[in-house]
Each structure stands twice: as C-alpha cells, then as structure tokens.
C-alpha cells in the first residue's frame, strides 16, 4: 500500500487529488493476468477515459497556477519554470 494521502491539503480537488494518487499506486500494484478478455477491454477503455479527465484537471490546475503565480514563492521565473522543475515521480522509499 502506499503512503497516506497529504495531510495538510484541506481542499477538496488537493484532497481528491492526493487520494487518487493513492488508489492508482494501489491497483499499479495488483497482477491483471486473471482479467477477462470482457474486463480488460472495459478497463482499458476506462482507463483512457480517467488519463482523459486527469489531463483536463492538470490543465486546470495549470491556468490557476498562472493565474495565482505559484512559481514566484519558489523563485520561478514562471509558471512554466516552476512546472518543469516539479519532481513529476515519486522518489523510492528505502
């Protein structure tokens, strides 16, 4: 299982977000072998939907972090900047 979800975000999309990350690592972990030829072309198509609406989320939470220059607290030129050098990947746990 993988880490809890980030205990200081209190708003419901970073909240939801931090959740999600959660359950995803989670079934990144579980064998598919046992599918269904059924199963795996629904999951298949879901999953490309939930990549779908993610994106839109990112993209989102991207204009806001324009609109909020969330790059300047961390001395980013811009939000492109900041964006670029977020570590996109989790580190490994010992």
Do not use: F, K
């Amino acid at each position: 299982m993988s880490s809890p979800a980030t205990p200081t975000a209190s708003h419901p999309v970073a909240a939801g977000v931090a959740r999600l990350r959660e359950q995803v690592a989670d079934l990144n972990q579980t064998p598919v072998w046992s599918m269904t030829p059924a199963e795996t072309a629904q999951a298949l198509g879901d999953a490309t939907r939930l990549r779908a609406q993610a994106d839109e989320l990112t993209l989102r939470l991207a204009a806001h972090a324009e609109a909020t220059q969330v790059g300047t607290e961390t001395g980013a030129t811009s939000t492109a900047v900041y964006w670029a050098n977020t570590p996109t990947r989790p580190h490994a746990t010992p």
